[in-house]
């Protein structure tokens, strides 16, 4: 084999291996992973008991309440599930907030932790409202 040969040859293989990895990645990339059945149920409760009218999800959705796309990161489990056995009252209507039991707290935890895992480069930029002290929740 002459010298120009095996420069062509290495040329070659370098451009299909190089390809066949670029493939490869952009295959990865776009493999939908599943969307777990519990949270497919919280979104449909999510839809169901109308929480979008007051709450939004990477600002959209209502703006009379928190923008809850990161809720689970800043509230943490433990406490979601505390609000949703005992809503609190709401301040300035005092109306109780919707109440969630048993499967339908999992349901909605589920799909709130799933909207929190999307790489969303942290939208909405900034809190769209923040709730005063004075009108902080009381029980
Ligand atoms: C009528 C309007 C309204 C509806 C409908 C509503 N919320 Fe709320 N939600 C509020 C208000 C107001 C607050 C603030 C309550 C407080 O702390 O006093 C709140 C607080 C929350 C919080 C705590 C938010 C935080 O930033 O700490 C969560 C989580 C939440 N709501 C989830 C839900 C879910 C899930 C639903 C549907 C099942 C729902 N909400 C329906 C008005 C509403």
New binding site residues.
Partial sequence: MKKTEIWYLLISLTTVIGFAVLIYYSILRVNPSVVPPEAAAGKE??ER???M???AIMGSGGY???D?TD?VT??GEGW?EE?FLEP?L??PSH?R??G?AGAEIVH?LTFLRLVDEIDNLDWPPAPLIT?PEDL??KD
């Fill in positions: 409760l999510w008991q109308g929480c009218q007051c709450h009379s309440a928190s809850l809720v800043r509230r979601l609000f609190p709401m301040e109306r907030h919707p969630l909605m709730v902080e929740t």
